[in-house]
């Protein structure tokens, strides 16, 4: 079997408009997503699903999480523009194989759901993860 690298590598074969960064923080950001979703230790695949809105308000958190005030010019590095191309990032993991979807699951769900330029200072503090409570802490 290929390794994740191998794979995400011919994801950009396939597809060269965006970088393998691009694909590693997607996946990761899935990840992170789910476990503040609650989402993350279920064995049945649809609890763990998540709507391309879910997913993409997490990639905005883990963003600014990760990256702050340069997160804009990370996803452009990656040749992200747009939650469009977040959508285009999504369904060429799920084509080859990385994730799954529903067939509910559309790729215009990613369209326009908000703009890079939300990634500003005055934005930053509004879209960062919601504090743990007591009893996240206590699992």
Same mark, same amino acid.
């Given at each position: 079997? $290929? ?25 990761? !950001? ?49 040749? =992200? ?12 993991? =799920?084509?080859?194989?990385?994730? $799954? ?11 326009? =759901? ?23 802490? !206590?699992?």
């Amino acid at each position: 079997m $290929k390794s994740l690298d191998d794979r995400l590598r011919a994801i950009v074969e396939h597809d060269p408009r965006f970088r393998t960064g691009a694909y590693e923080f997607v996946l990761e !950001a899935l990840e992170e997503t789910m476990r503040h979703l609650g989402r993350g230790d279920e064995s049945d695949e649809d609890d763990r699903h998540i709507s391309a809105a879910d997913l993409l308000q997490g990639i905005r958190r883990f963003a600014v999480e990760r990256f702050g005030y340069l997160a804009r010019a990370v996803f452009e590095t990656w040749g =992200v523009r747009t939650t469009g191309d977040f959508g285009d990032v999504v369904f060429n993991l =799920v084509e080859h194989g990385l994730l $799954k979807r529903r067939e509910e699951d559309h790729r215009s769900e990613f369209d326009d =759901v908000y703009s890079f330029d939300a990634l500003d200072e005055d934005a930053i503090a509004a879209i960062r993860w919601p504090a743990a409570t007591a009893c996240d802490d !206590a699992t």
